[in-house]
């Protein structure tokens, strides 16, 4: 698992583009990050308190749920497990790069990848709930285990899974 980097980030506000390239199963990767400050859209999640600059940090890639790790998973590396660790690496890269600290409140907006169909049957699916595999449960805690090395503190947590043309995660710092 190889990876190198290269940025175009604006050093005063630690806001930008950060791009991850390597291999992963010996096939090239090229995962984008950014970080934006904006508002939450609490309307999506039938919420009545609105922030406006919040911190949110973009990984622009399928989101990966957390897999079940045995013992065996030490020295057998499955390809499951192989992903979850790369995203893992790839988060905590993105977050020490831009200097982004989660908060103990998160909103997480999961944007799954939409299948192939007719444009007309994309246009009815877009930014409509995903209630499909994977679970949203796997994919808030494979976040939560790249975002905190003890995700303990997080007392808050609001989570959203829809569908969407560009897969992507969405973390916000709701404090």
Known sequence: MQMESSESTDSKLKTGIYTFRGSLLNEPKEIRTTVHWGTFPFHTF???REFDNLACLTIWDKPIPK??????DRWAKRPCVLRFRFF???VRSAMEHFEFVPSEELGLVFYM???KLS?????ERIHKPHQVRPDLDNLEKATLDALYAED???YLKTALKIWSLEPRIEIWNLK
């Open 119 to 123: 444009k007309i049957k994309q246009a």
């Open 46 to 48: 039938h919420l009545r």
């Open 152 to 154: 303990a503190v997080v």
């Open 88 to 90: 893992r690496d790839i």
């Open 67 to 72: 897999p079940r790790e045995t013992q065996r």
């Open 113 to 115: 990848k939409m299948p």
